[in-house]
């Protein structure tokens, strides 16, 4: 019962996120905004981590198989595809190298803000 509760957290949250995709018109995906307010959610302690952690790891830890329509899709599509293949491994390449360094510098910087808070403790 305790998955269920936590699955219908996260459900309302996405349902909310798409909601606001239909009352915003920006060019937004409401997933993006049922993320964002997920995560103001459990920044501000309005849902507590315990109401949608162990839903959040089982939906992390299958995460993979979720991309399997996508690439489905993808190959139905080859024929608009196949033209601008190059172009496509260049972009998702370079992409792929942008995000991982963004990301990691991202990390970098908050574990020095929270290195220096820990140090200001002491």
Request: charged residues 5%.
């Given at each position: 019962m305790k998955y269920v509760r936590q699955?219908?957290?996260i459900?309302?949250?996405?349902?909310m996120?798409?909601?606001l995709k239909a009352l915003i018109?920006?060019?937004i995906p409401a997933s993006i905004y049922g993320l964002v307010l997920m995560l103001a959610a459990l920044c501000f302690h309005i849902i507590p981590l315990e109401a949608v952690k162990d839903a959040g790891k089982f939906l992390v830890e299958i995460m993979p198989l979720m991309f399997i329509p996508a690439a489905?899709?993808?190959t139905e599509s080859w024929n608009k595809i196949s033209p601008i293949l190059l172009q496509l491994v260049i972009v998702t390449a370079v992409s792929t190298i942008l995000v991982m360094a963004v990301s990691g510098r991202v990390t970098q910087l908050v574990i020095r803000i929270e290195n220096r808070k820990t140090k200001k403790k002491e």
């Open positions: 699955f219908a957290v459900l309302t949250v996405s349902f996120g798409e909601v018109p920006l060019q489905v899709g993808l």
